[in-house]
């Protein structure tokens, strides 16, 4: 079983940044792909981006790309998600999600873990 923490989540004006971080703890972090997504109100849950379990490859929503970086340090377990001139549009509940193969994935029934989500909110 692998249990996920998220954290950097708050109020920040447009333009702004922050930076997410993921935490895991249970059984090998370094073996899984891991995801962000995100869900704002009356919406679904949606992909934001993905990573493999080297952090060699990456994978974005057109929506983040070239704003939001992922990364990932296997000797820290945790996941990180660098959001940049963020818009008001990425107001919502940010989800780290692990999966116990290697592959990307940008649909969430592909992943097996979830943590509780953070709540970000950028302000116009």
């Known amino acids: 079983q692998v249990q996920l923490v998220e954290s950097g989540g708050g109020l920040v004006q447009a333009g702004g940044s922050l930076r997410l971080s993921c935490t895991a703890s249970?059984?090998?972090?370094?073996?899984?792909?891991m995801g962000w997504f995100r869900q704002a109100p009356g919406k679904e849950r949606e992909f934001v981006a993905a990573i493999n379990w080297t952090g060699s490859s990456t994978y974005y929503a057109d929506s983040v790309k070239g704003r939001f970086t992922i990364s990932r340090d296997n000797a820290k377990n945790t996941m990180y998600l660098q959001m940049n001139s963020l818009q008001t549009e990425d107001t919502a509940v940010y989800y780290c999600?692990?999966?116990?193969?290697?592959?990307?994935?940008?649909?969430?029934?592909?992943?097996?873990?979830w943590g509780q989500g953070t709540q970000v909110t950028v302000s116009s």
């Open positions: 999600a692990g999966r116990v193969v290697a592959g990307l994935s940008s649909y969430p029934r592909d992943y097996d873990y």
């Open positions: 249970g059984r090998t972090f370094s073996r899984y792909a």
